[in-house]
């Protein structure tokens, strides 16, 4: 019994480390990056042989200048909204139209049913970027090249997410849908 809680506290020891060295790895970057980012341009690459290019220079008041400079070089906050708009304009219209075509591929009964949701898992395996051309060409045919649409309508339909919530409607006994 002795012998087994030595081993295991080793071994929790040893994982302890091993995380621990995995995690300082992976903050490296961020670390550098920030401190980095709190220096004039050309103090970053100034001390990078030693321990100093993870410390900000020693005049506080000079940290935030490169913020300062780049909120008044570009509109960020107008970025930051249109990140905002279309990410959310992009999830609501994906959650109404995947819903609606999952719904209707595990509850309705059509014809052809099948041989449209084979044609919709064999689209899985066409990677993304492969239709960028195309639907560029259908932007531009349908006039809405230069506008939000040509970003947003794309983003809408994806085949995983309807295969994903036709599984989900799939789950639920149609007693339940027909009580409700």
């Given amino acids: ?3 087994f809680m030595t081993r295991r506290r080793f071994h929790i020891i040893w994982t302890t480390v091993l995380i621990t060295i995995l995690a300082l ?4 970057p961020l670390v550098w990056m920030i401190v980095s980012s709190m220096k004039p341009e050309s103090q970053i690459y100034a001390n990078i042989s030693n321990f100093k290019a993870f410390l900000p220079l020693g005049n506080i008041s ?9 909120f008044h070089r570009f509109p960020v906050m107008r970025y930051i909204l249109n990140s905002v ?3 959310t304009s992009v999830t609501v ?6 819903v609606l075509a999952g719904y209707g591929f595990a509850k309705f009964n059509f014809t ?13 395996v066409i990677p993304g970027t492969t239709l960028l051309i195309q639907q560029f060409q259908i932007a531009k045919t349908i006039g809405i090249l230069n506008t939000p649409l040509a ?4 983003g809408m339909s994806s085949p995983f997410y309807i295969y994903m919530f036709r599984n989900a409607f799939a789950a639920i006994p149609d007693s339940i849908t ?3």
Avoid at 112 to 122: E, M, S, T
């Fill in 25 to 28: 790895f992976f903050l490296f």
């Fill in 93 to 98: 219209g994906s959650i109404v139209i995947n």
């Fill in 112 to 124: 052809g049913r099948k041989l449209l949701f084979g044609l919709l898992i064999a689209l899985l």
């Fill in 62 to 70: 000079d940290w935030g200048k490169a913020y300062v400079s780049i």
């Fill in 151 to 154: 970003v947003i309508l794309p």
């Fill in 85 to 87: 708009f279309y990410a």
């Fill in 178 to 180: 027909e009580a409700a």
């Fill in 1 to 3: 019994m002795h012998k």
